[in-house]
């Protein structure tokens, strides 16, 4: 955060315009990009007035080039900032009031979280009422966050979103008021300094800079035997991407927008807390602009759409599938994973100490992973490894820690999967991943003769009530899997674990680092 | 900084009930273990009382640099407090230069009540809502106080006391009970309240 308010306090450079309209772009809109304080302060003497911004296409792009630490703003439509800007900024400002405290009164000591925390106890009319008492009461009560809240909890998954949840709520809920006479942009409040609000913004419209796209130093190969696989990545529990195993998969030909929905008409899939039919999750993915999009990832879409499993087949590599003895018994194994650009999982590890793979069908999606023994940078586990804490969001998490992983020793693996390729995902291993536009993926977690021992282990821990996921019989889950694998495998239990005291004494194998090579990848870009 | 606190091993992360939080000046995150099996270990009697066995007792000091000891079972409430208690570092005062005299006073008061055994849910309900009958500015330190200790029950308490004080009031209302003075224009409420007119109907 201190680097960051380092960079809005510095100089303004310089700004490019889009070429591409023969629109004039205002200096006055609501971008809230920190550069443009400077380019303003004579607007900033005059009178204090308030205009309201009309709707417009947003073309323009602003550039700051600060070393590295210039960021992008994605150039298509933006959420409304309603002009919050960064706290650094308010010692560059003439005016020496934050209108964020004396619009709080009394409450201008709580912090913005404390704030928000209070605010999210509201209902939606206490939330509308208390945004027309002042102008930091005005921006508080627009914070998107509250108003997505209130529409999953109102509406569950049957909403039309209609350019920002507060407006998806107010048209879903009282429908006799017309949204569009309100139009999108709202009151731009020029003396309102916040960090959080606006690095919420600003993590919601931010562009994915190159430098944290270039790295891709994973392993990858191409037309290798399962034993190959197994050998010099399950075992050694190394992650690699693996190419051309997707060919012949139906989905890669057929899987689109329109034949999804059209397959898939009037079924719910699981979108974070709610499930929600394909074309009205598209509606939201469109036009959605926040710091953590809802994800929609389903574990049951061969059940729910049947057709759906025909048009893929589990790579030959991972078609050891032990879990598989449980029947219907089984955890969750396999998800659809779609989403839009921005959209992704923030570091975590599989459950259950399962490995996994992900094969991307449409799109392309950044990934970010660490071994098991390294915890990575920002990212904090609770001592029994149930809770993580990690930064609100992934951008957030690359502004503020990425460039941090390219001093360590222990670098991360990193790539871009692209359509086609699939990603194994070793037991263990942490990992993020970031659609860089809008992707549907399928992954699934398995359990193989290789890491049989470590699930039965992890299965058999004090707590697994709170760790054990995707089923409903945490508890017993361990005996009942052994039982079944002992049923089904006679004896390979007793022979894994043979294997393992062989293996401990032999001699320790070179490092898993001494093996990644940093390859810079060549230009890479993407543009939105 | 703002940080989430999410399950560690799921793949589907619930938007809705994550939310941002702040980090604390200690920053360790442990197992949530619920305040009732902890006082099922140690308690000696099933009485409205704190339990009889040795106690241990831990110094908090204010900002004004006031002490106050409040027994080891009642700190535990707060997660910052119970990680320095793990960590073997409350055999010292507690410095707590962020809390003054009379709200620590305070919520040593409600970790100890809170802490106590055979308290029927009802009556404590009614001892909370007592505990946040008080003036707005002192709400507000405690919910701050409560913050930077992590104890959620009266975060939670405190929270929602604010919100009830919003409930049901018309802007002019909030403004009083919070000493605002609204600084828009009569073009720019007029915009406003345009903007909202769905909730005054």
Redesign the interface.
């Known amino acids: 955060?201190l680097r960051f308010r380092t960079l809005l306090a510095s100089p303004y450079r310089k700004r490019k315009k889009q070429p591409k309209t023969g629109r004039k772009t205002r200096a006055t809109r609501s971008d809230a990009v920190p550069r443009k304080q400077c380019h303003r302060t004579d607007e900033l003497r005059q009178p204090h007035?308030?205009e309201?911004v009309e709707q417009e296409e947003e073309e323009e792009e602003a550039e700051a080039e600060d070393g590295e630490l210039g960021f992008h703003l994605k150039s298509s439509a933006r959420s409304n900032a309603h002009g919050v800007q960064p706290l650094g900024n308010l010692f560059l400002s003439p005016n020496a009031t934050n209108?964020r405290n004396?619009?709080?009164?009394?409450?201008q000591?709580?912090?913005d979280?404390?704030l928000?925390?209070?605010?999210?106890?509201?209902?939606?009319?206490?939330?509308?009422?208390?945004?027309?008492?002042?102008?930091s009461?005005?921006i508080f009560c627009n914070h998107e966050p509250l108003w997505?809240?209130l529409v999953?909890?109102a509406l569950g998954g049957d909403f039309s979103f209609n350019r920002s949840w507060k407006s998806t709520y107010?048209a879903g809920c009282?429908p006799s008021?017309d949204v569009g006479?309100?139009g999108d942009l709202?009151?731009e409040i020029r003396d309102f300094y916040s960090d959080?609000v606006f690095?919420?913004w600003l993590c919601a419209n931010l562009e994915m800079k190159p430098e944290w796209l270039e790295r891709d130093n994973i392993v990858r190969k191409r037309g290798i035997s399962v034993e190959e696989f197994v050998r010099s990545f399950e075992e050694p529990n190394k992650p690699v991407l693996l190419e051309g195993c997707m060919d012949g998969w139906l989905a890669l030909e057929k899987w689109n927008r329109d034949y999804l929905v059209k397959t898939c008409s009037g079924v719910r899939f699981?979108v974070?807390?709610v499930e929600m039919r394909l074309e009205d999750y598209f509606c939201y993915s469109d036009q959605t602009r926040e710091e953590?999009p809802?994800?929609l990832?389903d574990?049951k879409f061969g059940e729910k759409v049947p057709v759906l499993g025909l048009d893929y087949e589990v790579p030959v590599y991972f078609r050891e599938d032990l879990f598989s003895v449980l029947g219907n018994e089984r955890p969750d194994y396999r998800?659809i994973i779609i989403g839009p650009s921005g959209s992704g999982?923030?570091f975590?590890?599989?459950?259950?100490s399962t490995s996994a793979w992900n094969a991307v069908i449409t799109g392309s999606k950044k990934w970010v992973l660490f071994p098991p023994d390294v915890v990575p940078p920002g990212v904090?586990?609770?001592?029994?490894?149930?809770?993580?804490?990690?930064?609100?969001s992934i951008n957030?998490w690359f502004m503020?820690f990425y460039g941090a992983t390219k001093s360590w020793k222990k670098k991360p693996v990193e790539c871009i999967c692209k359509a086609g390729e699939v990603i194994f995902v070793p037991s263990g291993w942490w990992h993020m991943v970031i659609n860089l536009e809008e992707s549907i993926a399928i992954?699934q977690n398995y359990v193989s003769s290789r890491n049989l021992l470590n699930v039965l282990d992890f299965l058999k821990k004090p707590?697994a009530s709170t760790?054990v996921?995707g089923t409903r019989d945490r508890v017993n889950l361990h005996d009942k899997f052994k039982k079944a694998v002992e049923a089904k495998f006679p004896g390979k239990i007793d022979q894994l674990m043979l294997e393992a005291e062989d293996k401990a004494a032999l001699q320790k194998k070179p490092s898993f680092w001494d093996s990644v090579t940093d390859s810079k990848a060549g230009a890479f870009t993407f543009s939105f | 900084m703002r940080y989430l606190a999410l399950p560690l091993l799921s793949q589907n992360l619930t938007e809705s009930t994550a939310r941002a939080q702040t980090l604390s000046l200690y920053l360790q995150l442990s197992l949530q273990v619920s305040l009732s099996q902890r006082n099922e270990s140690t308690m000696s009697s099933s009485s409205s009382s704190l339990p009889s066995c040795p106690k241990k007792v831990v110094t908090l000091k204010s900002s004004e640099g006031e002490t106050f000891e409040i027994e080891e079972i009642a700190a535990l409430q707060s997660k910052t407090l119970e990680n320095m208690i793990d960590e073997n570092c409350a055999d010292t005062p507690i410095p707590l230069p962020n809390i003054k005299g009379k709200i620590l006073a305070k919520v040593v008061e409600y970790c100890n009540k809170h802490a106590e055994v055979g308290v029927d849910a009802e009556s404590l309900r009614a001892w909370d809502a007592e505990f946040v009958n008080v003036e707005n500015t002192t709400v507000f330190d405690y919910i701050l106080a409560a913050n930077f200790l992590e104890i959620p029950t009266l975060l939670d308490l405190t929270c929602q006391s604010v919100a009830d004080m919003i409930k049901g009031k018309t802007p002019a209302e909030i403004e009083k009970t919070f000493n605002i003075k609204s600084a828009f224009t009569p073009e720019e409420e007029e915009q406003v309240r345009r903007e909202n007119q769905w909730a005054f109907e």
Request: with cysteine.
């Open positions: 955060m007035q308030l309201t209108s004396t619009g709080l009164g009394a409450l000591n709580l912090t979280e404390l928000l925390e209070i605010l999210g106890l509201l209902s939606a009319t206490q939330l509308g009422i208390l945004a027309t008492v002042s102008k009461f005005y997505r809240n999953l909890e107010v009282h008021f006479s309100v709202g009151l959080y690095q919420s699981s974070g807390p953590r809802l994800y990832f574990p998800w999982s923030s975590h590890i599989d459950p259950n904090h586990p609770s001592p029994d490894g149930a809770e993580v804490a990690c930064p609100v957030e503020n992954t707590n760790l996921s």
